[in-house]
């Protein structure tokens, strides 16, 4: 098991950036992928962003390329998701993912298969 644990979340106006954290622990050596969902009130829980534990490619949804920038600390196990000039469109809980399989790619997705979630941290964007 990997347990996963967000911080740095909170309430924000537009356009000040903010950076989420996300420590992984446990059996962290069988993790192939980390990555970022949200979830907006209404709306389904959608990807954001993920990283290759093995090469470092990262891997985006295309409507945040160049303003989300996600990053990784392997010493530390973490990850983080930078945020930049985030908009109130971007409120939502962020998730920190897991993933410990690959999957055959298919145009639209990422190739992991994410197994483990953490709570979830919530971040609001005020215009």
């Known amino acids: 098991q990997v347990a996963l644990v967000e911080s740095g979340g909170g309430l924000v106006q537009t356009g000040i950036s903010l950076r989420l954290s996300c420590a992984a622990s446990?059996?962290?050596?069988?993790?192939?992928?980390m990555g970022w969902f949200r979830q907006a009130p209404g709306k389904e829980r959608e990807f954001v962003a993920a990283?290759?534990?093995?090469?470092?490619?990262?891997y985006y949804l295309d409507s945040l390329k160049g303003r989300f920038t996600i990053s990784r600390d392997n010493a530390k196990n973490t990850v983080y998701l930078q945020m930049n000039s985030p908009k109130p469109e971007d409120t939502a809980v962020y998730y920190c993912?897991?993933?410990?399989?690959?999957?055959?790619?298919?145009?639209?997705?990422?190739?992991?298969?994410?197994?483990?979630w953490g709570q979830g941290t919530q971040v609001t964007v005020s215009s």
């Open positions: 446990g059996r962290t050596f069988s993790m192939v992928a």
């Open positions: 990283v290759d534990w093995s090469d470092s490619s990262t």
């Open positions: 993912a897991a993933a410990a399989r690959r999957r055959a790619v298919v145009a639209g997705t990422v190739p992991f298969k994410f197994d483990y």
